[in-house]
């Protein structure tokens, strides 16, 4: 059995696998850094004035990973004991639910979207009806835009707006993962700004689609950003000279949103072939960004073996939700998309044929 290391593979399995760039790697040896724990190392700063300034929300502070984001923003919101609500497949209330019930004391009120993951503002409304007995309090509404589990799934300014209306008259505020939300802006058209006027607060990453090797930013007001730096000492999330990261992080934030048409358009193609070669697995109109997952059940053969046997023709992919899970990024072309399809060629015929 082949190994990663034996690489080259051709590797679907998240956009977070991306390698920095000769260009990063160059600013990286560069950077000019000081201890960002005391507040001044002026690279990350730099970084975290211009997501201020493209979100045009007045603060933004640099975290190491886009999960302690989330637990730091949720902290800031909801006091132990009470509830968030979160779609039931989001991020933050399901791959990092364990987090928030240790670090913040959080439970979920898990709601489920009609479709890829998106909630209405009517669910959020039905949500936050009061508690007739007066014993439940909910803190905090999250979204996720784009939504992973969703496939990718953008949602629109005007269902942010929605949302934000009923959580403002709840007096309830909202918060955005939004590990892909430039993603989400390539699809829509919209500037990121548009979306964080919506929300009282909100992550993106640099390590996803915008292909730096690490790190993601929460923005909000002066105040949100001033208890959330607070936090990031107690979560042991402070750094010192991340400049050196931030440097690779500033090229991903001011080039990494331009490409991101070609991850989507990559997939999309990728999604048109694996339809053509196992119909009904996925319908390539879903797929508006750069994730995409092809259900392969209807082949009785578990999603395991799929995946192993993608990985012995060279190809990695990442099982989630119960289905095979494909993501373009920069490292992905067309040769790229080629060698997947022809992967798909061979292990469905391998697979389905025994
Ligand atoms: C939607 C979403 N939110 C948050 C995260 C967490 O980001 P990180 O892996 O940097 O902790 C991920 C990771 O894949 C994600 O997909």
């Known amino acids: 059995m082949r190994s990663v290391s034996d690489g080259p593979y051709v590797d679907l399995r998240s956009d977070t696998v991306t390698k920095p760039t000769p260009a990063m790697r160059r600013a990286m040896a560069d950077a000019e850094v000081g201890d960002d724990w005391f507040g001044d190392d002026p690279t990350v700063n730099r ?14 502070l640099y975290l190491p990973t886009g999960t302690m984001c989330n637990q730091v923003a949720m902290h ?22 364990s987090s928030s019930a240790v670090l913040s004391g ?23 009806e009061p508690d007739p007995y007066d014993v439940t309090r909910v803190d905090l509404v999250t979204i996720e835009n784009t939504h992973q589990v969703g496939g990718g799934a953008a949602m629109p300014v005007a269902d942010v707006r929605a949302i934000h209306a009923v959580c403002a008259d709840r007096g ?28 009282d607060a909100l992550m993106v990453c640099l390590s996803k689609g915008l292909g730096a090797p690490i790190g993601s930013l929460l923005a909000g007001d002066a105040e949100f950003i001033r ?14 000279q991340a400049g050196i990261m931030a440097a690779a992080g500033l090229i991903a934030l001011e080039e990494g949103p331009r490409r991101l048409a070609d991850d989507h ?10 339809a053509d ?19 392969v059940t209807s082949t009785g053969r578990p999603v395991s073996a799929w995946v ?9 992919v990442s099982t989630v939700a119960g289905q095979v899970r494909m993501v373009t990024h920069r490292d992905i072309g067309p040769w790229e998309i080629d060698t997947a399809l022809d992967a798909w060629r061979r292990v469905a015929e391998e697979l389905t044929t025994r």
Not at 47 to 60: D, I, K
Not at 79 to 96: F, I, K, N, P
Request: hydrophobic share 50%.
């Open 47 to 60: 970084l975290q004035e211009r997501l201020a300034e493209l979100t045009g929300r007045e603060a933004a």
């Open 76 to 97: 800031v919101f909801a006091r132990s004991g009470h509830l968030v609500v979160s779609e039931e497949s989001a991020h933050t209330c399901g791959v990092e639910a």
């Open 106 to 128: 959080i439970a979920f009120r898990r709601v489920r979207a009609a479709s890829r993951g998106l909630l209405t503002a009517a669910q959020v409304a039905a949500a936050l």
């Open 172 to 199: 309830v505020p909202l918060y955005l993962d939004g590990a892909r939300l430039f993603n989400a802006c390539t699809v829509t058209g919209a500037k990121v700004s548009e979306y964080a006027a919506e929300v």
């Open 227 to 240: 208890e959330a730096r607070r936090l990031r000492v107690v979560f042991g999330g402070a750094w010192r």
């Open 265 to 274: 358009a990559n997939a999309r193609r990728l999604a048109e072939g694996v």
């Open 277 to 295: 070669i196992l119909p009904g697995s996925l319908d390539p109109a879903d797929v508006q960004t750069n994730i995409l997952f092809a259900d």
């Open 308 to 316: 192993s046997a993608m990985a012995a023709c060279g190809v990695l």
